[in-house]
């Protein structure tokens, strides 16, 4: 056992250069000095994030840290001349411990822990479509129920005309929200029974996901005010019924890019076009990650249509039930369950293809 407890030692080592900790222990540090000054909450967004920011840190750091020092323990009396049998739980803790810790290792970019924020826009297939995105939806909101520290908030949702929604966009908070995530970022592919044909026939739907890494400070992504188109209207409802009497709706188009974001759901214009422009500086850092490019003048927009030949990924009900991922070959015999949130398989397929795990 002495042996296979040095082998650990190692690779918990070698995992804490990888999440450059001592870094992170300064950073932690830094946050720690701040919260402590006494004029700590004069502002209080900037300390409202100082905290957020700080157990965040703390969150991903000290499992680590506390795993260390377990190995650490173990090695040493091992070598000390403790009796092995004795040492046995202690050990294969710290190995399960590990094991439990080491997904951490696949996110090695920018904004994987980040939270994400998630729009679902209905594509090619009319209602049938629109109740396609409202099933996504659902799948994503039950996933995320179905973990027990990640919680979700409504940013904005148009309903379609007679089921499902146009568009809905949404905040997914916890640990590697985006890391894990981004993989569900593409065109999603249905191919069912129509409930809205009266032939009963076969029918395809498409909608797109778009996950993008929320970045709550401006100083992240630096847009040019000169750049921007910012269009305000009256908010509507279902069938046109009036959702305020006031033109408090926002729509901001991203001029070199074609990024258009529009919200509507807050209630004054102030707060929505604020929750615009967090969702477009979300949507740039995205584009510069997937284009490798570090000033936004160099940036294209989106080119991908919801539609056939786009897919990342095929949910067939009908003649026969499986899904099936089109990057990384993952399936499934049970879409139901797929749909009922259980996406973690697709998740941690495209992890282990796309970050060497």
Do not use: C
């Not at 000169?226 to 269009?231: A, E, T, W």
């Not at 188009?253 to 004054?268: D, F, K, L, M, Y």
């Amino acid at each position: 056992m002495n042996e296979q407890a040095k082998q650990l030692q190692s690779k918990v080592d070698a995992a804490l250069d990888k999440l450059n900790i001592s870094t992170k222990q300064q950073t932690l540090e830094d946050y720690r000095q701040q919260m402590a000054a006494a004029d700590f909450w004069s502002n209080q967004d900037q300390a409202r994030q100082v905290s957020q920011e700080e157990a965040k840190l703390a969150r991903l750091m000290e499992p680590w840290l506390e795993l260390k020092d377990q190995i650490d323990t173990v090695v040493e009396l091992l070598s000390d001349g403790e009796d092995e049998s004795d040492l046995k739980e202690e050990f294969e803790q710290a190995l399960q411990r590990y094991q439990q810790l080491s997904f951490t290792l696949k996110f090695s970019g920018k904004y994987d822990n980040n939270n994400a924020i998630i729009s679902i826009q209905a594509g090619a297939g009319g209602t049938d479509a629109q109740d396609w995105a409202q099933m996504l939806e659902r799948m994503y909101l039950r996933f995320t129920e179905s973990e027990s520290d990640y919680t979700s908030e409504l940013i904005d949702r148009s309903e379609g005309e007679e089921a499902g929604i146009k568009r809905s966009s949404f905040r997914i908070a916890g640990d590697w929200a985006y890391g894990r995530l981004q993989s569900e970022h593409g065109v999603h592919r249905l191919v069912r029974l129509s409930p809205f044909n009266s032939d009963d026939l076969r029918h395809t739907s498409f909608a797109m996901v778009e996950v993008v890494p929320e970045i709550d400070s401006p100083e992240e992504v630096d847009v040019d005010e000169s750049d921007l188109r910012v269009d305000v209207y009256r908010a509507g409802g279902r069938g046109g019924q009036s959702v305020n009497t006031t033109d408090s709706a926002v729509r901001i188009t991203h001029e070199p890019t074609g990024i258009v974001v529009a919200i509507q759901n807050e209630r004054s214009q102030l707060q929505n076009k604020q929750t615009a422009m967090k969702i477009l500086r979300s949507k740039l850092a995205q584009l510069q990650l997937e284009q490798h490019q570090d000033q936004i003048a160099e940036l294209k927009g989106p080119d991908t249509d919801a539609a056939w030949g786009n897919q990342i990924r095929n949910y067939v009900l009908h003649p026969y039930k499986q899904v099936k991922d089109t990057r990384t070959g993952q399936e499934s015999s049970d879409p139901d369950s797929v749909l009922n949130g259980d996406i973690n398989q697709f998740i941690e397929a495209y992890l282990r293809e796309n970050m060497g795990q």
